[in-house]
C-alpha cells in the first residue's frame, strides 16, 4: 500500500481552507480523509482542520486491529465527532458563526475499503482493466438535478449553482453520512479530493492521469497543475492511494 497527497491554494484563493490527513497504523491498515472549510477567511480554514483532527481523535481511541469489527459504526462515531467539534465551535465563537466543512474518508482494511463522505468532496475507484468508478454522491444542489434527470454531468460541471451543498459537518448539531464499501484488487487506486479538482477535471480526466499520465507518485502533481492550468479558482487537494 502506498499514499501520495498534495493540497494547494490554487491560483486566486488567498488561504488554503482544505485539509487532509493520512493514518497508516499498521501494514494493512489506513484511513486517508479530505475536508474542505467553509465559511469565511478564518473559519473555514478552522473547520476543516477541526474535523480531522476530531475524527483521528475518535477513530484512534480504537486499536487499528478492531477497526474491522464494525467499520461503518466506526466511522459514523468518528464523523459525529467531527461534526460536534466544528457545531460546537460555530456556536461559541461569534469569529466561526455558520462555518462547516466537506468529508470525505476511506478506511482500508487489507482488500476491503469502506468510504464515507458528507458534501461534495469525493472518492472515485480507479482500476486498470475498468477505469474509473466515482464512489461517493456530491449532497448538492446540482446531483440532485442529475440524479432526477433534469441535467446531465457535464452541464453539472458548469452549473452557477454547482458549490451550493445540501450537507456539511458543523452545519446542524447532527449529521448524516453516507456509506459504502468495496473489495480492492492489487494494483486499485483511491482518489480522494476536494471539488478543486472535481470542478476542473472530468472523470475520464481524472482516470488517464492517473493510469497513463506517469509515474504514481507524481500524479498528485501532475493533477495539480492541470487544475492550475485552467484557473484553479479554488483550494485544490488530492489523495491517491494504491493497494
Same mark, same amino acid.
Given at each position: ?64 486491529? @478492531?477497526?474491522?469489527?464494525? $467499520?461503518?459504526?466506526l !466511522?459514523?462515531? *468518528?464523523?459525529? &465527532? ?48 475498468e ?34 451543498i ?13 456509506l459504502? @464499501?468495496l473489495?480492492?484488487? $492489487?494494483?486499485?487506486? !483511491?482518489?480522494? *479530493?476536494?471539488? &478543486? ?47
Amino acid at each position: 500500500m502506498q499514499t501520495w497527497a498534495i493540497t494547494d491554494r490554487g491560483a486566486v484563493r488567498q488561504q488554503n481552507q482544505d485539509s487532509f490527513s493520512i493514518l497508516q497504523p499498521e501494514d494493512g491498515h489506513s484511513c486517508v480523509l479530505v475536508c474542505d472549510g467553509m465559511g469565511g477567511a478564518k473559519a473555514g480554514n478552522i473547520a476543516s482542520h477541526l474535523a480531522v483532527e476530531a475524527f483521528l481523535t475518535v477513530l484512534q481511541q480504537q486499536a487499528p486491529q @478492531d477497526w474491522g469489527q464494525d $467499520p461503518h459504526e466506526l !466511522l459514523t462515531r *468518528c464523523v459525529e &465527532g467531527a461534526n460536534q467539534a466544528v457545531f460546537q465551535r460555530s456556536i461559541h465563537d461569534s469569529d466561526c458563526t455558520g462555518m462547516g466543512t466537506t468529508m470525505v474518508a476511506a478506511l482500508v482494511l487489507e482488500d476491503q475499503a469502506h468510504v464515507l463522505n458528507v458534501g461534495d468532496s469525493r472518492a472515485y475507484l480507479i482500476r486498470e482493466s475498468e477505469g474509473i468508478q466515482r464512489i461517493t454522491r456530491d449532497h448538492s444542489v446540482v446531483e440532485a438535478l442529475v440524479s432526477r434527470g433534469e441535467l446531465s454531468q457535464e452541464a453539472a460541471r458548469f452549473h452557477p449553482q454547482k458549490n451550493l451543498i445540501t450537507r456539511a459537518l458543523g452545519a446542524e448539531a447532527r449529521v448524516k453520512c453516507d456509506l459504502y @464499501d468495496l473489495t480492492l484488487q $492489487p494494483g486499485d487506486f !483511491l482518489l480522494l *479530493c476536494s471539488d &478543486g479538482l472535481s470542478n476542473q477535471m472530468d472523470d475520464q480526466e481524472i482516470s488517464y492521469e492517473v493510469l497513463h499520465g506517469g509515474p504514481a507518485e507524481t500524479c498528485c502533481e501532475r493533477l495539480l497543475q492541470l487544475a492550475m492550468s485552467r484557473g484553479a479558482p479554488d483550494n485544490v487537494t488530492v489523495v491517491l492511494f494504491q493497494k
